[in-house]
């Protein structure tokens, strides 16, 4: 028999499948992707560099779901709040992959350059190049925040007998609104931006 047409398995299988595994149990296996692919596990090797490399694929994967069309274009207190949100949706649809990318160094190249575009944005506005990578940093860590906190169920206290103990928590809870997360979001992000604009204070 001859090749076949078409590639039992490329990159792009081979992360599908990483990421169907990832959001199903936190985690993938090498073996399992080959397995489910129908192909040896040394095969996978011969499109990607190791388990990092699958890892890299996957940041490349969710972060093609972020857009970072208005870096550039906005003013830079209405673009990273545009980018913020997006990037939380992102990782919002896949919150079990965020362990995994914040245990691997940033290699992707298509990753790099989303980065690159935000340095772009905070040195254009006038922020110095000591602050830069600490306002980025603080942005994705409510970012991220917010995305496994969004996969959290709804009722993240359950008092029990403990009610008549707290019960500044229990009127807190009870006068909560609907959309927590989503309004919990937009207060920190509102709160990020008002610190950042103080860096820019002479």
């Known amino acids: 028999m001859g090749r076949p047409r078409t590639a039992l398995i490329d990159r792009q299988r081979i992360t599908t499948e990483a990421l169907r595994q ?54 830079w207190d209405e673009a990273l709040p545009a980018w913020a949100r997006s990037y939380r949706a992102a990782f919002a649809a896949h919150p079990r992959v965020i362990p995994l990318l914040l245990a691997s160094p940033v290699r992707a190249p298509r990753v790099l350059a989303q980065y690159e575009a935000v340095v772009g944005v905070l040195l254009g506005a006038g922020f110095r190049v000591g602050e830069v990578m600490r306002v980025i940093v603080a942005l994705e860590n409510v970012v991220l925040g917010a995305a496994l906190e969004g996969a959290g169920p709804e009722g993240m206290w359950e008092l029990g007998e403990e009610g008549g103990r707290v019960p500044g928590l229990v009127r807190a809870l009870e006068a909560e609104p609907e959309g927590r997360a989503e309004a919990a979001f937009e207060l920190a992000l509102g709160a990020c931006v008002r610190g950042f604009r103080e860096l820019l204070l002479p």
Do not use: K, N, Q
């Open 22 to 75: 990832v959001d199903g149990t936190g985690g993938f296996s090498v073996p399992e992707i080959a397995r489910r692919l129908g192909v040896r596990t040394g095969s996978i090797y011969h499109h990607v560099d190791g388990r990092e490399g699958i890892v890299e694929l996957l940041r490349e994967r969710v972060c093609e779901a972020i857009d970072a069309s208005m870096l550039g274009t906005l003013p």
